[in-house]
């Protein structure tokens, strides 16, 4: 049976997810915003003898793309200043061309996640340690972002493609929440989660929030409201028609005149027409 390690986001919850979708038996070490550093001795040590001890083949990493960490700093708000945060704010700094050409929330939390995976992978094959048994053979590492909105896993290359301009990669995809299918390897088939797996309460606000916050783009146009103006003509125009109206049934009644009666119904009908132009909805 296979053992893999998989380092993920605590904010994330994916532990219970992850066995519906890998076989085998299944360790986890988490870090916020899956912000490892390996490159740290210390760090890269330990996790060498966590996986001699337990004799795991495979590290993988996971990324939940809805993740706070991902939202927060693509949407410029103000975080904890972590060790996450740092590293996330340096790739949007590094790459901010890409960033530039990148429409929407969703499609630049889908470029973050890819470049910070990629980064990732590529500091654990640095690593002293961990590289060294990268080397030999002993240790395969992989990396996935998760769309938790179809429950998809999406394998991570870290080549040089994934560096390309990112317009590329979103070709043909949907803008929408849940709708883009970015240039990855998918895992297929998925299996479903065992019965036996208990979802913490607390994952579910969080898969809520993000299919809240990324349904409507920010660079959709926005419709104005009316101004002021508007509004009084809008109830003004159709009220001057109304009485027009009432004055030419009134004063036809009382001069008589067919003439009069037609000039008058026709002025009140005129009146009408632009008050009805005039309330017409905007379609545009």
């Given at each position: 049976m296979k053992k893999r390690l998989f380092l993920v986001c605590p904010d994330a919850h994916l532990e219970p997810v992850i066995p519906g979708h890998?076989?085998?038996?299944?360790?986890?070490?988490?870090?916020?915003?899956?912000a490892f550093n390996p490159m740290e001795t210390s760090y890269d040590l330990f996790i060498d003898h966590f996986i001699e001890d337990n004799g795991i083949s495979e590290i993988c990493l996971v990324a939940?793309?809805?993740?706070?960490?991902f939202r927060n700093v693509v949407q410029g708000k103000k975080g904890f200043d972590t060790y996450a945060e740092k590293v996330l704010e340096q790739l949007l700094s590094k790459h901010s061309t890409?960033?530039?050409?990148?429409?929407?929330?969703?499609q630049k939390c889908l470029l973050l996640t890819r470049l910070h995976l990629a980064?990732?992978?590529q500091q654990l094959e640095k690593s002293r340690y961990l590289g060294r048994r990268i080397e030999q053979g002993k240790l395969v590492i992989k990396a996935?972002?998760?769309?938790?909105?179809?429950?998809?896993?999406?394998?991570?290359k870290h080549s040089q493609?994934?560096?390309?301009p990112y317009s590329r990669v979103l070709q043909g995809a949907e803008a929408l929440y849940g709708q883009t299918a970015a240039a990855a390897t998918i895992l297929t088939p998925l299996r479903?989660?065992?019965?036996?797996?208990?979802?913490?309460?607390?994952?579910?606000?969080?898969?809520?929030?993000?299919?809240?916050?990324?349904?409507?783009?920010?660079?959709?146009p926005q419709r104005s409201l009316p101004s002021p103006l508007t509004k009084i003509r809008a109830y003004l125009v159709p009220g001057l028609a109304l009485s027009a109206l009432i004055a030419a049934v009134l004063i036809?009644?009382?001069t008589g005149g067919l003439l009069m009666k037609e000039l008058l119904i026709s002025t009140s009908i005129i009146a009408m027409l632009l008050a009805i132009r005039q309330i017409k909805p905007d379609r545009s």
């Open positions: 890998f076989s085998g038996e299944a360790f986890f070490l988490t870090a916020l915003g899956v939940d793309t809805s993740s706070r960490f890409q960033f530039e050409q990148t429409r929407g929330a969703w980064q990732q992978l996935y972002q998760y769309l938790r909105n179809t429950d998809r896993m999406e394998e991570i493609e994934l560096y390309a479903s989660a065992p019965e036996n797996t208990a979802v913490p309460p607390a994952a579910i606000p969080s898969a809520s929030l993000a299919a809240e916050d990324f349904q409507t783009s920010p660079d959709a036809s009644a009382t």
